[in-house]
């Protein structure tokens, strides 16, 4: 839309968290003049946060890399696409060539899952290459997740999200959407739709070591001891059972596993978890009573109940409260979206999902979703091994920062004898790159939130073209990932990478064609093919995943169906509606039903029984999130970081007494692995004998080109989180919960 004088209005789904908000962007030009939420955005209605504001800082930031960096007699300096090839080339063929191909790790980070090319062309290039040796951020975050769905749905991203628009009462147990705006749950305003939901006369019960500014407007904040959901959660199970509350009503038939339920769940007590979980027990027989008894109720668990020594069951037992309630899969329960880019699901049952499919024979880890923990990276490179990696491939991450005893992890990644990063930042980890591949900046590419809209609370469909061009020197990330397949693949820097999209979009729609029960059955490939809209890359994979999903048009035999021309008239999106009832034709287990106790899980009961018997740490640490923090990579957009110190040590007035410290004094912690000081920051938000320290801080590190986060440069908390802390079911890392010495510095 352009306006008499010149300026223009343009749409787009901010890319930078999962909460998917459109933004309306005024330009005149290239130049942009204005960013704010749109009102008109079907899902966000004009919701944005300061984040989303600054994207166009982000965008111009003279820092964000243009050209790729290659390094010279020891120094990173621009280089040219071809040269940077190359060099990948010389620097990964030989290692593979001599060492095998687990020689070169990977590591994909966070913001792979918000672009498109990370999601539809990674696939060809980890192929490509071959490795064993996956590592990514799931694994310090919710690959728990995957593994308690995997078992009980039988699919690792069948997950099902709190219809928060509907319910009548949200226990929410170790997440902050006031802060994180919402995770493996999207969306856009979560604290306007909490204040909604309580305005409608439901109820709102947070359970968090810390009084966060979501428990704040909560109806009841309940302290829980960090690690303490797991149990805790058994124990609402333990009384749903005695209490007779357990009844999964219309789910009935669907559902195997009730009777081993019942009994693993007999000895936690709500009396015998209370010491440990310090929840008393009359709280946790109301808890359990008013879940059941709401018309509709819905627990939801995100960071505090995922990186934690009991992640895998307290995900698990999130989604068993769910069901035994009877409001699973109902409106105002825990729901399955249905998003646009899936096909539909017709009937129940399939192969199920497994893991702990190879083993590393590094580190003895074991795989998980064709992936080992990535607090067994650092281990993988120090080995002495054969298939010990001596290269690494990162991609959109800063593993010296955001992962589990950085110190270690860093010193590793210093060590190894070649190192990529596909990134637009030569962030604290790029420092030790021999080449750093930047793909275009956030505004030149369009944008589908594939991933997010399978985790939505509301079935919604919106895509954004690049706003401005791209340059003409830069690459696309799809274009980046699939010279990198082409490259390890042996087929040389000079081989065309749109003539491998153009392979894979076609063998993408044979697939398409050749699906059991496909509509399209005996279409010519050809005709699909030049009925695609978008260019090359990317959008023509998503208008084919759109035209072949659950409200796609199939190449016009459902005219009125969905396909990316539609989409692109449509830019505040589609609304789809709301969540519907999935069950049983999305469970892909071999019983066709919900598993209720897979055996894995179960095993794990007796783990957290031991542990009850266990003393705790007189003090952990646990994490802390900013709204205008972002991991470890916003705090370059000066006006993200204004207004202070936020790398802070929180602690309560009574350990603050017990441990000698005072606020704006600086104290030293010190973990298993890490020492580092941070000021002290005195607040009775905290439970006692739980200290509290945001992630993704630590810019004073040489090498790095991040000028406005170097004048503000907090501190590297991960210093502390301690690589041999993990879950054991899944391999996730243990962020919260840290134990950990405290001393006046
Ligand atoms: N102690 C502690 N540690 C934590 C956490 C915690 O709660 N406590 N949280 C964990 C969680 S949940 C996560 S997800 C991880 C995140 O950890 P990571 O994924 O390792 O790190 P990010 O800070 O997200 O780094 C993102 C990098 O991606 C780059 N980038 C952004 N967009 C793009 C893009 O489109 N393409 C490419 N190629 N690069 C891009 C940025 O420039 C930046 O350098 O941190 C984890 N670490
Ligand atoms: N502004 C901002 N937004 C973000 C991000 C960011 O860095 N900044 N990161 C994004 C990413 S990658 C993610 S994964 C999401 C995370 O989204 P959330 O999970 O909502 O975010 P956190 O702030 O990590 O919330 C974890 C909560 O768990 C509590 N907690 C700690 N230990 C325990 C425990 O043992 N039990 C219980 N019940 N609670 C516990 C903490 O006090 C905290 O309030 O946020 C996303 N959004
Ligand atoms: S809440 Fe997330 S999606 Fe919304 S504007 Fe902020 S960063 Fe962007
Ligand atoms: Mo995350």
Known sequence: ??????????????????????????????KILKVRGDKDDVFSKGYFCPKGGSIDLLHNDPDRLRTPLL?????????TWQEAFEAVEKGLLPLMEAHGRDAVGVYLGNPNSHTLAGNMFMRPMLKALGSRNIFTASTVDQIVKHVSCGLMFGGPVTVPVPDIERTNYLLILGANPFESNGSVCTAPGFPERLRQLKKRGAKLVVADPKRTRTAEIADEHI???????????MAIVNVLFAEGLADPKHLAEHINGLDELRTLAEPFTPEHVADWCGIDAATTRRIAAELAGAPSSAVYGRMGTSTQLFGSAATWLVDVVNILTGHFDRPGGNMFPAPAHLPPKPKAGGKGWSMY????????????????????????????????????????????????????????????????????????????????LPPTGPLSTSHYDIVFYSFAVHNIANYSPPLLPKPADEMDKWEVLLKMALILGGQGTGADHFALEEMLIRGAVDQAIAAKGSPLAGKSADELLAQLSGNPGQDRLLDLMLRTGAYGDWFGLNPDGLNLDKLKAAPHGIDLGHLRPMVPQVLRTPSAKIELAPEQLAADAGRMLEHLDKAHPPTV??????????????????????GGDRCTLQVHPADAERLGLSGGGKARISSRVGSIQLPVEISDTLMPGVVSAPHGWGHDLDGAKLSVAATNPGV??????????????????????IPVEIRPA
């Open 1 to 30: 839309m352009t306006s008499p004088d010149n300026t223009k209005v343009a749409y787009k789904t901010c890319p930078l968290c999962e909460a998917t908000c459109g933004l309306e962007i005024t330009l005149d030009g290239e």
């Open 71 to 79: 390094r010279k007699n020891g120094k990173l300096e621009p280089a």
């Open 223 to 233: 302290f829980i001891r960090p690690g303490g959901d797991a149990p805790w959660l």
């Open 357 to 436: 499919r190879w083993n590393s024979p590094l580190t003895g880890a074991r795989e998980v979703l064709g992936e080992f923990p990535i607090a067994s990276l650092a281990a993988s490179i120090e080995s002495d091994a054969p298939g010990a990696v001596k290269a690494l491939i990162t991609c959109a991450g800063n593993p010296s920062l955001t992962c589990p005893n950085s110190s270690r992890l860093d010193k590793a990644i210093a060590s190894l004898d070649f190192l990529v990063c596909i990134d637009f930042y030569l962030n604290e980890t790029a420092r030790h790159a021999d080449v750093v």
């Open 621 to 642: 640490l646990i994490g802390r999130r900013h709204l205008r923090s972002n991991n470890s990579w916003m705090h370059n957009i000066e006006p993200l970081i204004k």
């Open 716 to 737: 590297n908390t991960n210093v502390l989180t301690d690589d041999e802390l993990l879950d054991t079911v899944s391999g996730n890392c243990v962020l919260n919960g």
